[in-house]
């Protein structure tokens, strides 16, 4: 399947998914942080929908964060690498990530096609998996598949924002159910608080590095190699291995550094 770079109704349609709560249910409510999961027909695809409330951040520093992987390298700690790979349109670009999973899972990887786009006071940012062919997958990582992930940040006034993360993910593997409740108990609400923390602190860092470089709002900054949309496709999960790690138990040993909350 040919790439297809979303268009306003796709982002409409993705917005309307973050705000919509029919079929969703709530596995976490603390802290101002809220985490839903929904069953999906597919037992393969794992669906999370986050939100978290965060005061004294503007949506256009919040904004600014999910963008910058200069500095996403500072504070993703479950991330191993991220790179962007190159731009198909001033508001599209195709990049690569990997994150470490709870042990004693395989680590995952993706290459995806982003896009984003501000849209009066909110702010989105949605991707799906692409295979682009110098990006194969590598021999020591699960290759997933994002069918549907993003970001919705709502600017709640001068200084506060609303920030929703929604991920279908086909992880490629049959995952124990212990992984799953770990993921929306856990890991899931303290990448929302990090991501929180991470704004906090972003205002002071840009200050000292590249203040004016933001090639996601300016395009005319942008360096990344051109990309012909027709040297990728749409990235199908069942062209990929799928493995089972359903018998895997989990490791004790791990567990200190997810748990904090």
């Not at 999910?66 to 500072?74: A, F, I, V």
């Not at 993706?110 to 909110?122: A, C, E, H, Y």
């Not at 300016?218 to 012909?228: D, F, K, S, V």
Request: some cysteine; hydrophobic content about 30%.
């Amino acid at each position: 399947m040919p790439v297809q770079i979303p268009d306003d109704t796709d982002f409409t349609s993705f917005k309307e998914q973050c705000e919509n709560s029919a079929g969703w249910t709530a596995r976490y409510n603390k802290g101002g942080v809220t985490v839903w999961c929904r069953e999906e027909e597919s037992k393969t695809v794992q669906k999370l929908k986050m939100r978290i409330v965060c005061k004294d951040v503007t949506a256009e520093t919040l904004y600014d964060v999910l963008h910058d992987t200069s500095y996403r390298k500072k504070w993703d700690t479950n991330m191993i690498d991220t790179f962007d790979i190159g731009r198909l349109t001033v508001n599209a670009d195709v990049g690569y990530y990997s994150w470490k999973c709870p042990s004693p899972l395989k680590n995952r990887d993706f290459v995806t096609m982003r896009s984003w786009l501000p849209l009066g006071n909110d702010y989105l940012i949605i991707n799906y998996s692409v295979k682009h062919p110098e990006y194969p997958p590598k021999k020591d990582y699960v290759r997933a598949v994002s069918l549907l992930t993003g970001y919705l940040i709502q600017s709640n006034g001068a200084n506060c924002c609303t920030l929703y993360y929604l991920t279908q993910v086909d992880p490629k593997g049959s995952l124990p159910k212990w992984v799953v409740n770990r993921v929306s108990q856990f890991v899931a609400p303290k990448a929302m608080k990090k991501i929180y923390k991470a704004c906090q602190k972003y205002p002071e860092w840009k200050r000292k590095h590249n203040p004016n470089l933001k090639p996601w709002m300016y395009p005319e900054q942008n360096t990344l190699p051109c990309i012909n949309p027709a040297d990728l496709t749409v990235q199908r999960a069942d062209s990929l291995e799928n493995i089972d790690e359903s018998g895997l138990s989990e490791e004790k040993s791990h567990h200190s550094e997810d748990e904090e909350t």
